[in-house]
């Protein structure tokens, strides 16, 4: 069902411009920027990377807060919770966040922006691509139909793991020398992995009790994570395991 008090905010009342901004984010990445960009020197971003890290970290650091303190520290069950749609305080700042998440995970979009207009082309890989775009239907989904309850699971590892990912990327714009020197930048690769098992394990779940929460999201988010798993385990094999490392995807 709809979620009646998310239905009508800002880009959920329908699914068109949600989708407009993945088509317009995708034409970019595949023709507009390579092609902009083809003749021309790659843009120095140092100090608008470092603003944007800077916001990343610390609205990851809030929402993390967020769904910790306002649900799965104090009140939720890992095993089974339901989407509570009413208006009392707790649902509605669950369902706050949920929206949040999903305007984050827009802005996100930029980070393959940022690499077009960088000339990093290497790095607007498959994996890359479609974790973004992933992520930003995901979220539209969940806020508009279930904002809160067992899927918000999800929010509580990303918003923890780009926290990490988001300071190592601020570090390494502010002092660009010492990215050789920061011994634990493979680490981020495997909490993502781990992000992923992590998340098929508590969504299986729900096969197996009696809960009031969708079992249809099994069948989304098992076979995308386990995608994702794959995708990431690959990378990090390219990226580690062989003699050339490649740069660290997003």
Known sequence: MVDPRTSSWPLLGSPFPA?????????????IGPSLMANRPAMNLRTVLIIYNIFQVVVSTWLFYECLDGAWLWDYDLRCQPVDYSASPKALRMARGCYCYFILK????????????????????????????????LAWGGTKYLAGGHGTFMGVLNTFVHIVMYS????????????????????????QMVQFALIMIHSLQLLFRDCDYPKFTVAVLVPQNLFMLLLFADFYRKAYWQKKPVEKEK
């Open 19 to 31: 989708l407009g901004i993945l088509t317009a984010y995708l034409y970019f990445v595949n023709r």
């Open 168 to 191: 190592y990327y601020l570090i390494t714009n502010i002092w660009p020398d010492q990215k050789k020197h920061i011994w634990w930048k493979k680490y981020i690769t495997q909490m």
């Open 106 to 137: 827009i802005i996100e979009l930029l980070d393959t922006v940022f690499f077009i207009l960088r000339k990093k082309f290497n790095q607007v890989s498959f994996l890359h691509v479609y974790h973004h775009t992933g992520m930003v239907a």
